[in-house]
């Protein structure tokens, strides 16, 4: 009798470890991304979360599926007590239906020392997540089944089709919508410039246009520069105030700095002021000769 109570206690481990787990496995929530939405192309970290409300540590490995094929595996370690570790693997999306899970493949506990004992857990598998991936050509975080201009040309995909131009591929605008942008970007101070010069006889405006055309081009990476600086300016002020302990000289100098580019860019912008400073420049220096030769005299 005794032999027989000693053999079941022995096997009573054995018989424990045979039924499968119910205190650990994945969290109910199934399996996340490292941004949602996301397009084809794109490169995704697909993540999962083991929980172990039992008595031992356990590790193991977890596969990552896509439409049952293997997208890769990763290693777990989950403490004993309530705790729940993150399994994740990179994964590059192409375009189409997706059905995505994550399986433990394999599982054990870990005793002292470190000793594995293999065991079986009933909440082996994530849930599943299904989704239909599209393109985003324009990279606008718009797919192309709901843009309605997939390119981004300004053309709507409708328009394109009906011209028979493609909306997937960018377009050059024609001469009139060219120009309309450029007046967009440049702003209406820069057209003031060249509707004065349109105003003058065209004896001379054909010969000031030209000198124009070469004085804006001339501007042109002062006026990057410009903007590019005046970006930076921005980003330093917003860091400025949302910081504590700043010195709020540092804020105002700064202010300063932010309005003196600001107001440098309005001027390159309107070279209609860089031609009346010059022009006022070039009155007094000819003034100052003419005083000197007239007091030499």
Not at 137 to 145: E, L, R
Not at 153 to 171: F, M, Q, R, V
Not at 215 to 227: A, F, N, Q, T, Y
């Amino acid at each position: 009798m005794k032999r027989a109570i000693i053999f079941a206690l022995f096997l009573a481990p054995v018989f424990a470890l045979a039924a499968p787990l119910s205190n650990a496995g994945f969290l109910q929530g199934g399996i996340w991304y490292s941004k949602d939405p996301f397009f084809a192309g794109e490169t995704v970290r697909v993540y999962a979360a083991i929980f172990n409300s039992g008595q031992n540590d356990i590790s193991g490995t977890v596969e990552f599926l896509d439409n049952q094929k293997s997208l890769g595996k990763s290693d777990f370690f989950v403490e004993r007590g309530g705790k729940f570790s993150q399994v994740w693997i990179d994964w590059k999306v192409d375009k189409g239906r997706h059905s995505v899970e994550a399986i433990i493949t394999k599982a054990s506990l870990v005793g002292p020392g470190g000793v594995l004992t293999p065991v079986e857990i009933a909440q082996t598998k994530a849930q599943e997540d299904s989704r239909l991936v599209e393109e985003d050509t324009d990279k606008d975080q718009i797919g192309n089944a709901t843009d309605t201009d997939d390119d981004n040309d300004g053309i709507s995909d409708a328009e394109e089709i009906k011209k028979g131009t493609n909306p997937l591929s960018l377009d050059k605008p024609a001469p009139a919508e060219e120009k309309l942008a450029e007046s967009k970007k440049t702003g209406a101070e820069k057209n003031f410039t060249d509707a004065l010069i349109s105003l003058l006889p065209e004896e001379i405006e054909g010969g000031i246009s030209q000198t124009h055309q070469f004085v804006r081009d001339s501007l042109e990476p002062v006026k990057e520069i410009l903007e590019t600086k005046t970006e930076e300016s921005k980003n330093r002020l917003q860091a400025l105030k949302g910081s504590t302990g700043i010195p709020q000289k540092e804020t105002l100098l700064e202010s300063v700095y932010l309005a003196s580019l600001a107001a440098a860019a309005f001027v390159f912008r309107n070279e209609i002021i860089l031609y009346l400073v010059g022009l006022f420049a070039g009155y007094f220096i000819v003034k100052m000769i003419f005083r000197r030769i007239f007091r030499k005299n």
